[in-house]
């Protein structure tokens, strides 16, 4: 269980995070969203102790992590893969930091395997890719089978194969019981392996709640149509003061009324549907709807 409780941190006269709450539960993959520079990284680095906060507190099951005995075996980080040692090999990095928290080192081999780099872990640090360097971070994170996991931007710099592997290696760890706290920009990926999401901008919560209450908050919804004869059906529609757009010569995305409003008017008019079903906007949209007033950057759109 990760708490943070009205953490505030300044840089100067610029709050980057101000009074922020919110909870993260165990045995749930919770998705960390915010536009850029709304303090994401910035409040996951007060919570380990990279920047000392002005004020709140961030709490792994009830302490700080300053005062946790054995960290790695408790709280497995990843907030920048590129923060290695260039001139060590993957092996060796992985085997200082076994040393350093008293743990066995056949579980580097064993952390090698898991992330797939066990045939180039003799190789420096400095000859990996990003995706390469993501992978031996995620190594790390996982060497101590910590109870709790944060990462930033896990999937940066990997190819599709990798992304999914490390949505299903999230999931994964999620179904054991571990709490599991990401933040990416990956919303599609988000998607799929969040359950819960806590969104953020310019430094305070706009929502903290499951993906499936976000999306119905914030998303568009509308009925998609479709019949072979749809003509007195949308007459009568846009007569009621609907939108109709079409998709095709057959089917029609609608907007307002509900299915059933829309599915007892086509048996008025003896009209046949071929569909008739309740569609919904993605996370993309719902995130930018929800967002629209606290993004830093607004573009002047494509001419």
């Known amino acids: 269980m990760i708490t943070v409780e009205g953490l505030v941190k300044r840089f100067g006269a610029k709050v980057a995070v101000g009074g922020l709450s919110f909870a993260v539960a165990p045995g ?6 915010g536009p850029n520079g709304s303090g994401k990284s910035t409040t996951m680095r007060c919570m380990l ?14 302490q700080p992590y300053q005062q946790l005995d054995r ?23 992985l085997r200082w930091l076994a040393a350093s928290n008293g743990l066995p080192a056949a579980r580097v081999d064993e952390a090698l395997a898991t992330v797939g780099l066990s045939e180039v872990g003799g190789k420096r640090v400095r000859t990996y890719s990003l995706g390469m ?8 994170v996982l060497l101590g089978d910590p109870h709790t996991v944060i990462l930033d931007e896990p999937a940066n710099g990997l190819d599709p194969e990798g992304i999914r592997w490390i949505r299903d290696v999230l999931v994964y760890l999620a179904g054991q019981g571990k709490t599991v706290l ?7 990926e988000m998607a799929l392996m969040a359950s819960d999401l806590v969104v953020i901008g310019k430094g305070q919560l706009i929502e903290q709640c499951t993906v499936g209450d976000f999306v119905a908050r914030y998303g568009e919804h509308w009925v998609r149509v479709k019949s072979p004869r749809p003509s007195a059906l949308l007459d009568a529609l846009q007569a009621g003061g609907a939108s109709v757009t079409g998709v095709d010569d057959t ?5 307002g009324p509900s299915a059933a409003d ?14 008739l079903s309740e569609q919904t906007g993605s996370l993309e949209d719902a995130f930018l709807k929800a967002t629209s007033a606290v993004q830093e950057y607004h573009t002047g759109g494509v001419r």
């Open 251 to 255: 089917t029609f995305d609608v907007r």
């Open 28 to 33: 749930r993959v919770t998705g960390f969203l």
């Open 49 to 62: 102790g990279l920047d000392r906060p002005d004020a709140g507190r961030s709490l792994f099951d009830g």
């Open 182 to 188: 990401v933040s990416s920009h990956l919303l599609s």
């Open 262 to 275: 829309v599915g007892e008017l086509a048996a008025r008019y003896q009209v046949t549907l071929h569909e």
């Open 133 to 140: 360097k993501q992978r031996l971070g995620l190594a790390g």
């Open 71 to 93: 960290p790695l075996h408790q709280v497995g980080a990843l907030l920048d893969a590129g923060y290695v040692h260039p001139g060590r090999s993957g092996r060796n990095h």
